[in-house]
């Protein structure tokens, strides 16, 4: 099994590198984030720098997390729509080691996109000279929590949707969203009456059992809204940080669970 994993995975590597699409895909990001903050290192200031390097920090983690997302939609979409993977699963390789491979191969990418984004923002900090805040190392182990959650969200609906169903429903079934409904027909409701609010009740109750369902991207973000502005380490809470992670394995090992029986019960050869 162990053998079967580390096989694929150094394939699946392989198969990362040679994308074009996610090659132009992770090209564009990172040319965009370079041109939104290049005209902020004419900043002077220590101050400015922070902030500077607050920002950096941010667009580059993003990056991080849709080409993460990108990697799983690619990998899993383009295998089972070229039926390519009846070449695995011949061999024999068991669907559900094929999947979590695939995975952990986006988990292995990803975790080197973030440790190069904690270089280069430490590297920042000495070249300007500034303080150390280690409210950094904490944003990114955070955000790196989250891109579990998104590449765990986006494998589940590639092993039963197409590509373009995928993206469309990973940006609009967010738990955001559903929050901002929640409180839109709460709101509603209050002024409702007869036949009108027994619609927005049974919307509101509907909207409330999907939020349920979805998982939350970023669960504790108004307890962490601070040291995401200032990056000092004083405002991080560290055991907050145990739960996000530990809360962001489990839904990426729900999905991959769930991903991988739904894959068992696909033709795929």
Not at 29 to 39: A, K, R
Not at 249 to 260: I, K, P, Q, R, T
Request: aromatic residues 12%; glycine residues 4%.
């Amino acid at each position: 099994m162990r053998g079967q994993v580390l096989a694929n995975i150094g394939v699946n590597l392989k198969f990362f590198r040679r994308n074009r699409l996610l090659f132009v895909a992770g090209s564009l990001l990172l040319l965009i984030t370079s041109l939104s903050t290049l005209p902020s290192l004419f900043a002077l200031t220590s101050s400015q720098h922070l902030e500077l390097i607050t920002a950096i920090a941010n667009q580059l983690s993003f990056f991080a997390i849709v080409l993460g997302i990108g990697m799983v939609v690619t990998f899993v979409s383009h295998h089972l729509d070229k039926r390519s993977i009846k070449m695995v699963i011949t061999k024999p390789c068991p669907p559900d080691l094929w999947l979590l491979s695939g995975m952990l191969s986006a988990v292995l990418v990803t975790a080197v996109l973030y440790a190069s984004i904690l270089s280069i923002c430490s590297s920042l900090f000495l070249y300007w000279d500034i303080p150390y805040q280690s409210g950094l190392v904490y944003v990114l182990v955070n955000d790196f929590a989250q891109s579990f959650v998104w590449m765990g969200y986006a494998a589940l609906l590639s092993v039963v949707a197409r590509p373009v169903t995928t993206l469309l429903a990973l940006l609009l079934l967010q738990d955001s969203t559903f929050y901002w409904l929640k409180l839109l027909l709460a709101s509603a409701l209050k002024s409702a009456e007869g036949a009108y609010a027994t619609a927005v009740q049974t919307a509101k109750m509907t909207v409330d059992v999907v939020y349920l369902v979805l998982p939350i991207t970023n669960p504790f973000w108004e307890k962490n809204e601070t040291v995401y502005k200032s990056l000092r380490g004083t405002d991080a809470d560290w055991t907050l940080l145990l739960s996000t992670v530990a809360y962001a394995a489990g839904v990426w090992l729900f999905c991959y669970l769930l991903g991988s029986y739904l894959l068992r019960r696909r033709r795929l050869i």
